[in-house]
């Protein structure tokens, strides 16, 4: 009961954690029909300022300053998409994420080389017990974190004007830019928030129990692909329950992982894309995904 | 006769397109040097059949052609001296909304967040203007009052249709633009929204209304023209357009024998369309298309 306490605890704080990257993946789907594939590098190049900068002034304003310059990354990458390739299709769109892609995790394993970067968290590898329960304070950090900022989101998303300029732009671009909201603002700004969540993530996937960012940190956050898909990929609270859903399996998975040596080592690697393909079997849209994907 | 007005104010609040041609890619020509103004203050109604280049014009003065990947290749758009750039978010603000053909109303969006979603490309800013905008725009439409909290694409098609022009009039518009606002409506609903466009005008917003339904249209507006792949085939006031043979027999489904001798009056239009069915000749299979 301790176990499957603790380990239910850990999968909500990976869960919450894979939130912040499929929410900003979703967003950015939404805005511009971009599979955003630089996803996983925007992360760890967010990752990567914070764990250089912390020394130098402090915890949360390497935070701050990582996810200012993972959104400043992320909208440099759409301006290039709108500018740069103005009338590409959607696809090619999607392919150049792919070569960003390539050349930022290149360049950041490059800077990173084989070491594990600490982040400079004040959680350090403390734990906190609850009667028999250990959980570490990083984790419930997340958790709280990803909660006011995914609550945070969802308010801005419901309420604010530019919810409601990405909400309409999403349903039907061309009679959003008739209100007269600018299609390619909304973009811009969905980018950038996406990038900052990104590296904000990257933090607590950096933090302990894990050694550190790395450069395999930037996999770790390809769990959260499976994580939009389960959901739905145009829907943000479904990238918010898929999260949870994948972030739970992967936890018991790792946990059981004794219990479950049957299916061999690794299985917790593979589990969240067996719970994606189940999912879509018997849902093949996600969970709150919009019958017609196809975007105009 | 008033005294002789400088250019400034005749410019004021008119909409006036000159030699418009526009392609879409570097083959299909759509427009080709189309003229034509909106005096303020006026209907004016574009007639022509599909692929005539109605909405291409459209989308010349909203803004919206790069989105279809048109160009303007040579002329002009001017609303109220100013040149209209192609930049939609520019024409809101200038005081240009179209309503866009089909309605386009974001179905999963609540009525209310439709509304808001028209108020977002306005200049006024705050939330006592919001209200007064949407306070407007319920005393129209009482009926968006009553759904307000409804998912928009649960209502019907004239409901719908209501909403898209409710939805265009939170932007406080100067001229609207109406892209065949009585598509796919029961001819009860096409009188009802003939009414609406009316009462909008006579608020004081100029209106520029694209239509199939000519006798509709005709009935509206106080000038007209008539568009034929991409050129304006025919241009007058909407009671000379009515009386005029060619456009009988092209719009509004009637043959050289059968005219009505009160034309000026727009009801005969009306009487005429609904008779039509009664009507022979070449106009008769293009009249089931624009009733349908």
Redesign the interface.
Known sequence: MIKLTETVLNGLALGSVYALIALGFVVIFKASGVMNFAHGSLLLFGGYVTARLHDAIGFIPAVLVGAALAAALAGLVQLLATRGLR?AEIHTLTILTIGVDVLLSTELNRQVGADYLTMGDPWGADVTRLGSITVADARIAGIVVAVIVIGAFFAAFRWS?WG??M??AA????????????LDRVRLIAWCVAGALAALAAVFLAAFPAPGLDRTTSQIALSAFPAAILGGMDSAVGALIGSLVIGLTAAMAAGYQNELSILGAGFSDVAPYLVMVLVLLVRPTGLFG?KELTRV | MSPPETEAETEAGTLRVSDLHVSYGRSVQALHGVSLTVPQGRIVAVLGSNGAGKSTLLRAVSGTLALHRGTVERGTVHFDGVRLSGDAARSVAAGVVQVPEGRRIFGALSVEDNLRAGFLGSARRSRAELRAARERVFAQFPVLAERRRQAAGLMSGGEQQMLAMGRALMAAPRLLLLDEPSLGLAPLMVQRIAEIIHEINAQGTSILLVEQNAAMALELSDRASVLDVGQVRLEGSSADLAAADEVRRLYLGETYETGCASDANGDAAYATAASAPSVTGPGLTELGRWNG
Do not use: K, W
């Open positions: 009338g004007r409601l300029s909400r309409s349903a039907d671009p061309e009679a959003a830019a008739l209100m007269g909201i600018r919009s």
